[in-house]
């Protein structure tokens, strides 16, 4: 495709970096900046370098944080005896917003992916077998992570390094989702739910 | 929802200020940017902030250039007698992709749209005028905008505008699209292309 100006060429092509977004979108995307007032695409920009340059995260967790120690991992509030594995930023939101769970949180950030080029020690695994290691406080670690090859390699992983600590290793459970019609369940998960059923109560 | 950042909170809001972007898919942008290395986001955030400070317009046709006259406008080998009227630069692109036009073109910026505020006044209409009042090169004009209501409006304002100058004004062809089932075709567009039926060739 030929650009009639080198400026939009070059934001066509690095909007287009982005995952999941084509040249065509990229293209409407610009020209969408260029019908808006100069103000918002300053906005934009602004605050994405401010998201890259001042980032911080949890010294504890390595979730995302404004500060030193993130708000969860400083709670009282918080059961300190759990702590939830989990991928990245958007699975501690996902959880937080069920309400459902009242524990700590480890971030990955990132599963190990050997197609992708991510080994056990591009992401935080000896960071919570260090945090495990010596601390009497957490009685049990629940690997929440998705139930894809990386993630069930990332748990297989993460429970043969733990296993020897004296700490339960819980996976959160896999079935038919809730609200689901159980012939549109996949034969896995179905087969999965029959195997792994709980008492009626 | 609530963002274990204010940075990301405000990088999400600003994200999901672009059109067809919703909160979640900004949240994976913005973490997208946060695994890549620095340079990337402020790549990305440079050319956004060159193509909104630094694009100009072309003075006779209004498509995004370079210099103070577009390419097009320039050029010897155009056909200087033939205007297409367009909305976007997105439209020139992709008629110039047909390789089946040779003339001129004139970007309206936008069509005229009561409901999203946009008169006649908002986009290059008195510009496609006075660039037809006194020229006597120009010998057709050719309406190619959307078959919307938007674009329909303002096909039918612009030809009351310019009916009355000395110049052809056409419209580009609306009928079954090449390569289409005729079953699949809608009524309208199907009526269409039997009302506005051209000779066997």
Redesign the interface.
Same mark, same amino acid.
């Given at each position: 495709?030929?650009?009639? %100006? &080198?400026?939009?060429e070059?934001?066509v092509?690095?909007?287009s970096?982005?995952?999941?977004i084509g040249k065509k @979108?990229a *293209?409407? *995307?610009? #020209?969408? *900046?260029?019908?808006e007032r100069?103000e !918002? @695409?300053?906005? *934009? @920009?602004? !605050? #994405?370098?401010?998201?890259? %340059? &001042?980032?911080?995260y949890c010294n504890q967790c390595h979730?995302? !944080?404004?500060h030193d120690v993130?708000?969860?991992c400083v709670s009282h509030r918080r059961e300190r005896s759990l702590i939830c594995v989990v991928e990245? @930023?958007?699975d501690?939101?996902a959880i937080?917003?069920t309400g459902q769970y009242t524990g700590l949180y480890h971030v990955l950030?990132?599963v190990i992916s050997p197609m992708n080029g991510v080994g056990p020690s591009d992401i935080k695994i000896e960071s919570l077998v260090s945090r495990l290691t010596g601390n009497a406080e957490t009685r049990e670690v629940i690997l929440a992570l998705s139930p894809t090859m990386e993630g069930d390699t990332t748990a297989f992983y993460i429970n043969k390094r733990i296993k020897d600590l004296s700490v339960k290793v819980t996976v959160i459970a896999r079935g038919v989702p809730v609200g689901g019609d159980l012939e549109y369940a996949d034969e896995v998960t179905l087969g999965r739910s029959i195997t792994s059923r709980t008492l009626f109560s």
């Amino acid at each position: 495709m030929e650009y009639p %100006s &080198k400026l939009i060429e070059a934001a066509v092509a690095e909007i287009s970096r982005l995952p999941g977004i084509g040249k065509k @979108t990229a *293209l409407r *995307l610009a #020209l969408h *900046l260029l019908r808006e007032r100069e103000e !918002s @695409t300053f906005a *934009l @920009t602004e !605050s #994405l370098n401010n998201l890259r %340059s &001042k980032i911080r995260y949890c010294n504890q967790c390595h979730n995302l !944080s404004d500060h030193d120690v993130c708000g969860i991992c400083v709670s009282h509030r918080r059961e300190r005896s759990l702590i939830c594995v989990v991928e990245d @930023t958007r699975d501690v939101m996902a959880i937080e917003n069920t309400g459902q769970y009242t524990g700590l949180y480890h971030v990955l950030g990132g599963v190990i992916s050997p197609m992708n080029g991510v080994g056990p020690s591009d992401i935080k695994i000896e960071s919570l077998v260090s945090r495990l290691t010596g601390n009497a406080e957490t009685r049990e670690v629940i690997l929440a992570l998705s139930p894809t090859m990386e993630g069930d390699t990332t748990a297989f992983y993460i429970n043969k390094r733990i296993k020897d600590l004296s700490v339960k290793v819980t996976v959160i459970a896999r079935g038919v989702p809730v609200g689901g019609d159980l012939e549109y369940a996949d034969e896995v998960t179905l087969g999965r739910s029959i195997t792994s059923r709980t008492l009626f109560s």
